[in-house]
């Protein structure tokens, strides 16, 4: 089986609009969504096989897909003659094309079903399955609690005096 992309859900995202972080032409390619549980592990995206729920991305092509996959299994701490071990595994997954309700085949990397248990208890679960969306929040709520916690040691100041 012919697998022509890669299915980027967390810091992936992010990580592949840099171009000169690989030796090979990536491009983001159009919104795709798959089942699965993400959550954040100390600000890490990690993807679990859930059928209940879903998880939102993007498509990757390459110019160099092989390439690319080699980076990326170096980049997630994926060995494939050793996946128990791995950080992560990559694995073909179904994702649905938003724009046009099909179902493809493509690469994903998902934590190995023996970390479920501890990520599950440590992690937090975002559960709007879109990683760039709950980090913009997160970053909005951290900014937010930052402005407050000024303003009262301004009055606290004020009161002071």
């Known amino acids: 089986m012919k ?10 995202r ?7 972080t ?7 390619t159009i919104p795709v969504s798959t089942t699965g549980k993400l959550y954040d592990l100390d600000d890490e995206a990690i993807l679990f096989e859930d059928e209940s729920s879903t998880v939102y991305g993007n498509l990757l092509s390459s110019t160099n ?6 980076h990326t299994d170096a980049y997630m701490g994926y060995n494939e003659n050793d996946t128990e071990n791995s950080r992560y595994v990559r694995v073909v997954k179904k994702v649905t094309v938003e724009t046009l309700g099909e179902e493809i085949n493509v690469w994903c990397y998902i934590i190995p079903s023996s970390r479920r248990y501890n990520i599950e208890k440590k992690g937090i679960l975002v ?4 990683w760039l969306k709950y980090i913009k929040e ?14 009262k ?4 100041i004020n009161a002071e005096k």
């Open 153 to 156: 040691n301004i009055r606290d």
């Open 127 to 130: 559960e709007n399955g879109d």
């Open 65 to 70: 897909l092989k390439t690319l996959l080699r």
């Open 3 to 12: 697998l022509d992309f890669l299915f980027v859900y967390g810091k992936l």
């Open 22 to 28: 690989f030796d090979v032409l990536s491009l983001i």
């Open 138 to 151: 997160k970053k909005l709520k951290k900014l937010d609690d930052k402005t407050n916690l000024d303003s």
């Open 14 to 20: 992010e990580h592949y609009t840099f171009e000169d």
